[in-house]
C-alpha cells in the first residue's frame, strides 16, 4: 500500500508517452498511464485488516489542494527506477509527506530516506538515466489516495481503497 497523488486523465497520456521515451532510451519498462501516481509515502505489504490505521493516517493529514509542477528528469540507479519529478516541490507536497511519514512513523515503519516525491517512469531500467528538464507537466492537485498494488504477470495493478479531497 503507498499514499499517491494520481494526475488527472488529460496529462496522464502525454506522461504515458514520456514514460515510453524514457523507458526505451533507459533500456526499462514504461509505467502504463493508469498506474502513473506521485507517491508520497509507501506503507508496504500490510493486512486489510489495518486499514482503519492508514485511513485515520490519510485523514488526518489531507490539507490544502495544491498545484504540482513536474519538470526534472532523473533516476535512482540502484532501484533500476527512471522517474519524474520536481525541480521546486510545493510546500505542501513536502507537508503532506512529513505528516504522513509521521503517522508511519507511529505505526512502526520508519523511512530513512529523504522525501522525494517523484513520479516513476520506468523500472528495470539499466541505464542510461536521463537528466535534466522536461514538460513541465502540472496539475491542481485537489486529492490523496490511499493505493493498494496487485502482482499479476503483465505487471502490478494499482486500486485506490480510498481518496480524500485536499479541502482549501
Not at 533507459?26 to 486489510?48: D, Q
Not at 507537508?95 to 512502526?108: K, P, S, T, V
Not at 536521463?130 to 502490478?156: E, F, I, K, N, T
Request: net charge positive; with cysteine; aromatic share 8%.
Amino acid at each position: 500500500m503507498f499514499f499517491a497523488l494520481v494526475p488527472p486523465p488529460s496529462l496522464r497520456q502525454p506522461l504515458a508517452w514520456l514514460a515510453g521515451d524514457v523507458a526505451q532510451r533507459a533500456h526499462g519498462r514504461p509505467i502504463p498511464a493508469e498506474n502513473l501516481h506521485v507517491t508520497v509515502a509507501f506503507v508496504g505489504a500490510w493486512p486489510l485488516s489495518g486499514l482503519s490505521r492508514w485511513i485515520a493516517a490519510g485523514k488526518r493529514c489531507a490539507a490544502g489542494p495544491m498545484h504540482v509542477t513536474l519538470d526534472a528528469l532523473g533516476g535512482f540507479r540502484r532501484a533500476g527506477i527512471a522517474w519524474l519529478g520536481s525541480s521546486a516541490p510545493p510546500g505542501p507536497l513536502l507537508d503532506l509527506g512529513r505528516c504522513l511519514n509521521i503517522e508511519l512513523a507511529d505505526a512502526g515503519i520508519v523511512d530513512d530516506r529523504a522525501f522525494h516525491p517523484h513520479l516513476t517512469l520506468a523500472r528495470k531500467c539499466r541505464g542510461p538515466f536521463p537528466r535534466g528538464s522536461v514538460g513541465p507537466h502540472d496539475w491542481d492537485v485537489d486529492a490523496l489516495s490511499l493505493m493498494q498494488s496487485h502482482a499479476a504477470a503483465a505487471g502490478a495493478r494499482y486500486a485506490v481503497l480510498r481518496q480524500w479531497r485536499l479541502r482549501g
